[in-house]
């Protein structure tokens, strides 16, 4: 289906719109780095929040989800859901950590954190490798999904779809810096949403389904509906439950759901105007990102059960993109259905969520090329307009080798997996880096190298050998036991952080908790006051209890909004009463959680 002139008109006014904000915010987002990749560090929560679901809304994220509910059923997303964990752990016990740092970017904190040339080495590496390289690729395989819904939505070629999307997104991206990225996120958020929920009324309105009632008990679905795995199938409880919510969430490093926080939600809560509008910040994001947006995909995937039962079926539609079908464009080819100037809202809006994405991205990764290895390896007196002006060209250089990596990708989703697992073992490293004084610059070091090379080893192991090939959840036990073991031993192989800059990190970001007695018995005996370390009370045991709670909360609504749509009164209620208790004890739990470390005036 093409589309007609109104569903142009309005997709042309929303790119115009992003681009007069970024014309609008151009001149104060240029005034230093801290404005252009920290909008100043003087964000509410609100907008910091809603600017993280909209980023992490990128075009492929239904496509992700409709493939799931098709292969694997509703209870197949619990390899996703289960990274509230992290979330909450996010909020309750490492936002105000972050935020107490001072630092532009969370590649910063290696220096910071660890001394001497090891410490420069993982900042600069991190800092190419994350900004540019393991950037790109994300932008890439975002692009690649951009190119396929382009294909089947309005019938342009890949190279449009990059042209359209792409030059709008850098120029209000170059231009606005973060402020630009975050006001236009406020707005593709809601046109998201909106996005979504005509996606599914129209889905659910199909001939072919019938209505709510005539999903719900068509022969197809029904298998899939299941909330919760199957606990008579071991296999499929162990790959998409037990494991990701035992192992994965704090061993697995994951763009927007990094153990210990990292990434763009630190870049967010590195902008928030507090440490309070860091933790509400990282909060809601979790809130929205899990309770309130998986609905309206799962019913669309549900219903392209009906309309679109197999492969052949989305092939024998699409004669023209029969070399990219798979389940993930069950999504698209649903989306086929929607009416004129409907249809001109659902595309805008998923020109939005991959907007949202990249914009994040381009700022993202530029910051790192500027703040952690221009500024600090290349030219160290660059003045701030210096600093401005290259995080604008290396915004348009990042977006255009994207581009041309995503037009000339066909597999992208292989190749994206394994710079995936590259980071699985190290997660329990960056939850561990913030309250155990003897984690090194080493530690971090050899995590990656053995997570790389166990990556690369189960990636090819199956060719060159003749050992059996392990599921996936296999691997990643195997994958986290031996990273973990490797770079245990090498911390205590090598030499520890030198004293002095324990004692300053402790000084700044006042971690608590016992394992920094050392360096607080150190500094005391050197005559260095670390009166705010001693003076607090250790946050983590009150965080962790909010954590639990946040987790009941969000969990329950996820889940009590999916019985809810399936006529489950009485778990639907249970459910909703919980979140409910669980609620008000959050508060009271999260009051008390302030109150244990009072803002700095």
């Known amino acids: 289906m093409l589309l007609t002139t109104i569903d142009w008109l309005i997709i042309a006014a929303y790119l115009l719109f992003s681009l007069v904000v970024g014309l609008w915010v151009m001149k104060k987002a240029g005034k230093d780095s801290k404005e252009f990749f920290a909008a100043g560090k003087n964000m509410p929560w609100w907008l910091l929040g809603i600017s993280m679901v909209a980023t992490t809304f990128s075009t492929d994220t239904p496509n992700l989800v409709t493939d799931i509910v098709r292969q694997n059923g509703v209870a197949g997303n619990w390899t996703w859901w289960a990274f509230l964990l992290t979330g909450m752990l996010t909020v309750f016990v490492y936002a105000n950590l972050w935020k107490r740092s001072g630092i532009l970017t969370d590649v910063e904190f290696y220096e910071l954190r660890y001394s001497g040339k090891s410490a420069a080495f993982l900042r600069g590496f991190r800092a190419v490798y994350l900004g540019f390289i393991f950037n790109i ?55 998201s949403i909106l996005g979504g929920l005509i996606a599914a009324y129209i889905a659910v309105s199909h001939p072919d389904v019938g209505g709510l009632s005539g999903l719900l008990t068509h022969e197809d679905v029904i298998p899939k509906l299941n909330i919760l795995p199957d ?121 939005a969520a991959y907007m949202s994405t990249i914009s994040t991205h381009l700022n993202w990764g530029s910051s790192y090329l500027v703040n952690d290895f221009y500024k600090r390896f290349i030219k160290p007196e660059a003045s701030e307009k210096e600093l401005v002006n290259v995080g604008r060209i290396s915004t348009v250089l990042l977006m255009v080798i994207a581009g041309w990596v995503a037009l000339n990708m066909r597999s992208a989703l292989d190749n994206f997996q394994i710079i995936l697992q590259i980071g699985a073992g190290t997660g329990l490293l960056f939850i561990l880096r913030w309250f155990w004084w003897r984690v090194n610059a080493w530690s971090e070091i050899a995590g990656m190298a053995i997570s790389f090379m166990v990556a690369l080893y189960f990636r090819f192991a199956h060719i060159h050998t003749d050992l059996p090939i392990l599921t996936g959840w296999q691997e990643l036990l195997v994958g986290v036991s031996l990273t973990t073991i490797g770079w245990l031993a090498v ?38 006051s670390l009166n705010e370390i001693q003076d607090e009370a250790w946050r983590v045991p009150q965080g962790i209890l909010c954590m639990v709670l946040g987790c009941i909360v969000i969990y329950g609504i996820l889940l009590a909004t999916g019985y809810w749509i399936y006529g489950n009164t009485l778990p639907a209620t249970i459910l909703t009463f919980v979140s409910a208790i669980s609620g008000y004890l959050l508060v009271v739990s999260w009051k008390k959680l302030i109150q244990i470390s009072p803002e700095e005036k």
Request: aromatic share 12%; with cysteine; net charge negative.
């Open 137 to 191: 690729i994300i932008m890439a395989s975002v692009s690649l999904a951009a190119i396929k819904l382009g294909t089947v939505l309005m019938g342009i070629t890949p190279f449009q779809t990059i042209l359209i999307a792409g030059v709008v997104t850098v120029i209000y991206s170059a231009l606005g810096g973060l402020r630009g990225v975050l006001i236009t996120d406020f707005f593709q958020f809601f046109l």
């Open 231 to 351: 606990f008579s199938d071991t296999s499929q409880l162990l790959a998409i439950f037990i494991i990701p919510l035992a192992v994965q969430w704090w061993s697995v490093y994951y763009p927007g759901s990094e153990p210990g926080g990292g990434g763009y939600i630190a870049q967010r809560m590195f902008a928030a105007k507090d440490e309070n509008n860091s933790i509400g910040a990282v909060f809601l994001f979790n809130a929205l990102h899990y309770a309130l947006r998986p609905w309206p995909w799962i019913i669309v995937g549900l219903c392209s059960i009906i309309v679109f039962p197999d492969l052949a079926s989305i092939r024998e539609e699409f004669p023209h993109a029969t070399d990219m079908v798979d389940h993930d464009m069950g999504y698209p080819a649903m989306l086929t259905f929607i009416p004129a100037g409907l249809m001109g809202v659902v595309v805008a809006a998923l020109i």
């Open 491 to 528: 911390t205590y192989l090598t030499r520890p952080t030198d004293d002095e800059t324990l004692v300053n990190f402790c000084k700044v970001t006042r971690p608590g908790g016992p394992g920094w007695d050392r360096i607080v018995s150190i500094a005391r005996n050197r005559g260095v």
